[in-house]
């Protein structure tokens, strides 16, 4: 339909123009089209003015009947637009320059052979009726020009006149003379009912009117049948008047909205059934949706298809009585009824309980341990695969009710950590040196105790094998540096009588053991006897060397000829001092000692050919000191005696025959050796003195370290107080290596063979040694490990006592991640509780599953059984008597509750019924109403119930 908006005309400006240039003459000839019609641009060429032309103006002219020329005002431009009062005249331009006005030939405007067409109605047709309040509007009636000219809006005003058709005449409507017009409100209380316009319009000086418009009837025939037809579309107020088919009833609906979308807004409001087409028009979308949702059905993936249709299933549930009546004979219905419930299906909670059995089977229940049945970590995986093949062909409902699936869950858990502990084998290689195997051993074996029984069990006995070959590894090494060190130290003296040949080996070899031992791990390292003894000898070698070269070097200055005695004296002297600084263990190394002392110096005591009185007595004396050279042959006591006297006849001599008491030195020294053994023995009676006992140990102790350190006569001169000391240990030091065997006998096969009570006796004991002694403890790593699984325990015997009986199932979960080692600590009485209530919760699941078998037996091929109420109400008394764990395995008690709500849903929409026969006639429309509606809001399957329930 053309579609124009009505312009009203405006009047062209008037525009103040420039005067012409006076006299100036008019010379050469500007060229303008000759040919032109309104609304045309006319434009001046100047092409063929002289060059160099400077053009400061230009004025259009209209030349006049007489040949006079008439100023356009304002068409001062170099162009210019002719309007429409410029028809059929002649018109010139000139251009003006400083000195010259040029002019141009002449342009004669074609005439205008104007039409008007008919007028058309905006949104109606010859065919529409109009209702009384529409407001009819006036487009078209467009002015044409044969000629090709386009007017403009400003060139053309309108006016309208309106009519009534009485019989074949046109009577006026008096005021009626807008592009508009509203029928009146009582249009059809008179006549006449048929209605016309006629338009008029002006351009310059031309009026043309049109032909009159076609006749619009005013009436309310079209939305009073569109209402009856609308309201047709409902039969008994509550479905869809479905006579033929859901496409013709479809293509209906759409046919009367099309004719109410052609109607105005007034004639719209008339029809005031329309919401009843609007939910019509979106149930059979609906229905349509549904349609073609069940016809993508083959196209789905199978295992898909379950889910698909129970979201199908859904959708229809949700349409009400109403959108319903759109499903002919029940089709959509029955389509989904018959892919949700084919009778083909396999009875998935039989399948069900078989796989519950299935799982259960992994475990047994032994001697109050629990363990895989399929013994190796290959059958189980292959039993677990088999039962997840078996569940993944359940339905995501049935998945749901498979009872157990934690030990499942476990099995497979179990079976990943035990494959991730296998790889860490690949670390241990036999090639690696003993230390390398053993730390790779320690962190395997670290890893090895967190597991549980039934994990422990799991492991490959080869794999086992390994573990224990690699933690081996530096026994073979540690009992050779143990035979080693025990070769080399001793008590009174080292056992390995070096010699001049011998010496380098002997220091290269004990090298070589304490290298060895630097690269033990610390547990191994520990158990290496007597290191600090190794240690020792390593240090006295050294030292034992330095005095060892001395004596070399004595022994060659001797044979050296003429080297002066008090050289040689002062040599010997030195060299002697320094041996008898060593103690025994430094001395037994000195193989060239005995030569040494077999050679003491010649010392020729000249005093000038005089020979003092007392000579006699002075080389007495030096045959006496002479004795003292073996100290060994004196106790302290006799020592001191014989020391006293010498240094007292020592005294009495003359200074001339003091010289020939050359050996003096050995009475200092013995004086020397004295006064330390009797500095050593004041801290021995110090320490017999202590009365406490702990203390005493400790002073002993520091007593026995500084008798390792004292120079071998000082040892022999304090050895029997010494000795005596020694004794008071006895009882009173811990037997480390006992406690060490002790805790190494704690556990067999991974389990604990002692109870909680003697691993904290062992605690203690090893607490109580000092830091030394528990560096000889071996085993301490067992120990502490025992130590905090006696806490995780005791930690879970605190939970069993207070949750057992009333809480079982957080117990039970609580001990399955105890380790092997751990549960091993639990009393036998308790752990078969434990066991015993894991067997009877799975029992108690029997139980539940017969629930969940009844509920899902309320319903049958989708619909509810008959007798709902009965049955619901004996599942929900079964149920309310359930303990809390065993609920948790009603996995389908949402249909339950969804059951007992749809019970009470229908039973109010019964009982609206029951008010609605039970209402005086006069409440008894608005009753039913109220039923009706309620009614027609039941899903297809709570229908089924209601008809049920109540025929």
């Not at 008690?893 to 019924?913: I, M, N």
């Amino acid at each position: 339909m053309n579609k124009k908006f009505l312009l009203s005309v405006a009047a062209i400006p008037a525009v103040i123009v420039a005067p012409a240039v006076v006299g100036a003459e008019e010379t050469s000839t500007i060229k303008i089209n000759a040919d032109a019609k309104v609304n045309d641009i006319i434009t001046a060429d100047v092409k063929n003015l002289p060059s160099n032309t400077y053009v400061n103006s230009y004025q259009w002219y209209y030349i006049e009947a007489d040949g006079s020329e008439k100023l356009i005002p304002g068409a001062t431009g170099i162009s210019f637009k002719v309007p429409a009062e410029a028809e059929k005249k002649t018109m010139i331009v000139k251009a003006i320059t400083s000195s010259d006005t040029y002019k141009s030939n002449t342009c004669t405007i074609k005439p205008l052979q104007l039409s008007i067409e008919e007028p058309v109605f905006e949104g109606y047709s010859s065919t529409n009726f109009v209702t009384p309040g529409d407001t009819v509007k006036v487009v078209g009636a467009n002015v044409i020009d044969a000629n090709g000219t386009k007017l403009e809006s400003n060139q053309i005003t309108y006016s309208y006149q309106w009519f009534y058709k009485v019989g074949e005449v046109f009577s006026i409507i008096n005021g009626a003379t807008g592009a508009t017009f509203t029928i009146p409100t009582d249009a059809l209380d008179k006549e006449p009912k048929d209605i016309v316009v006629k338009v008029t319009a002006k351009v310059g000086a031309y009026t043309l009117e049109s032909p009159p418009s076609k006749v619009l009837t005013v009436s309310k025939q079209p939305t009073e049948t569109l209402t009856k037809n609308i309201k047709d579309l409902l039969k008994d107020g509550n479905k869809y008047n479905l006579t033929t088919t859901f496409e013709e009833f479809q293509a209906l609906a759409k046919d009367l909205d099309k004719k109410y979308q052609a109607l105005s807004s007034t004639a719209k409001a008339n029809v005031t059934n329309y919401e009843v087409l609007k939910r019509a028009l979106a149930d059979i979308a609906a229905i349509e949706a549904l349609k073609e949702k069940l016809n993508k059905m083959g196209n789905v993936d199978k295992k898909d298809l379950p889910q698909f249709l129970k979201n199908l299933e859904a959708d229809y549930n949700k349409l009400d009585y109403l959108q319903r009546s759109l499903d002919v004979n029940d089709e959509i219905y029955n389509a989904i009824k018959l892919a949700l419930h084919n009778p083909s299906n396999i009875d998935e909670l039989t399948e069900v309980r078989e796989i519950n059995k299935q799982i259960t089977a992994l475990l047994s229940y032994e001697n109050s341990y629990i363990k895989y049945v399929p013994s190796s970590l290959e059958s189980l995986q292959a039993e677990v695969n088999k039962i997840e093949t078996r569940m993944s062909k359940l339905s995501k409902d049935y998945k749901a009710i498979v009872q157990n699936q934690t030990i499942l869950q476990e099995a497979k858990q179990d079976i990943k950590k035990i494959e991730q502990f296998l790889k860490s084998f690949d670390k241990l290689s036999p090639n690696d040196t003993p230390s390398k195997q053993v730390t790779t051993a320690k962190s395997i074996r670290s890893t090895y105790e967190k597991f549980t029984y039934k994990q422990m069990l799991l492991v490959p006995n080869t794999y086992k094998e390994k573990l224990q070959n690699a933690e081996n590894a530096e026994q073979i090494q540690i009992m050779k540096l143990n035979a080693l060190i025990q070769s080399y130290v001793g008590d009174k003296q080292y056992p390995i009588n070096p010699t001049k040949e011998t010496w380098k080996e002997n220091v290269d070899n004990v090298n070589k053991i304490i290298s060895d031992y630097k690269n033990l791990t610390k547990t191994s390292a520990a158990q290496i006897k007597d290191y600090d003894r190794i240690l020792t000898l390593q240090k006295d070698l050294k030292t034992a060397e330095k005095v060892i070269k001395d004596m070399d070097a004595y022994l060659k200055l001797k044979k050296t000829s003429g080297v002066s005695e008090s050289k040689l004296k002062s040599s010997y002297s030195s060299t002697l001092k320094a041996y008898n600084k060593l103690t025994s263990l430094q001395q037994s190394l000195v193989y060239n000692a005995k030569e040494f002392l077999n050679n003491s110096p010649d010392v020729t005591v000249g005093n000038g050919g005089k020979e003092p009185q007392d000579k006699a007595a002075a080389l007495a004396l030096k045959t006496k000191i002479d004795s003292l050279a073996n100290i060994t042959n004196y106790s302290l006591q006799q020592l001191e005696t014989e020391v006293a006297s010498a240094t007292a006849e020592y005294k009495k001599l003359s200074s001339d025959a003091r010289k020939y008491v050359t050996n003096y030195d050995l009475l200092t020294a013995a004086s020397k050796d004295i006064s330390g053994a009797k500095s050593f023995l004041k801290k021995v009676q110090d320490a017999k003195e202590e009365t406490d006992v702990t203390k005493q140990v400790k002073k002993i102790q520091t007593v026995q370290t500084a008798y390792a350190k004292l120079p071998a006569n000082q040892q022999h001169l304090a050895k029997d107080e010494y000795e005596k000391l020694l004794k008071l240990l006895d009882g009173n030091v811990p037997d480390v290596s006992k406690l060490d065997n002790e805790i190494a006998a704690m556990i067999n096969n991974d389990m604990y063979t002692v109870s909680i009570e003697k691993i904290k006796e062992l605690s203690t004991q090893y607490n109580k040694l000092s830091s030394s002694d528990k560096k000889r403890v071996t085993n301490a790593s067992i120990l502490t490990t025992a130590v905090s699984d006696v806490k995780k325990v005791e930690s879970f015997m605190k939970q069993y006592d207070k949750s057992f009986e009333k809480n079982p199932a957080t117990v039970i979960k609580a001990f399955s991640k105890l380790t092997s080692k751990q549960t091993s600590l639990i009393n036998e009485s308790v752990r078969k509780k434990i066991v015993e209530a894991e067997a009877k919760q799975q029992a108690a699941n029997e139980s539940a599953l017969n629930l969940v078998e009844m509920i899902n037996g309320l319903e049958k091929n989708g619909e509810y059984i008959a007798n709902l109420d009965t049955e619901v109400t004996k599942i929900r008394t079964s149920y309310d008597k359930l303990s809390s764990t065993e609920k948790k395995i009603v996995k389908n008690y949402s249909k339950l509750t969804q059951a007992e709500s749809d019970l009470k849903k229908v039973t109010e929409v019964y009982e609206l019924y029951k008010t609605y026969e039970a209402a005086t006639e006069e409440n008894k429309p608005a009753a039913y109403k109220t039923w009706q509606t309620a009614y027609g809001k039941l899903s297809k399957k709570l229908e089924l119930l209601y008809k049920q329930m109540q025929p």
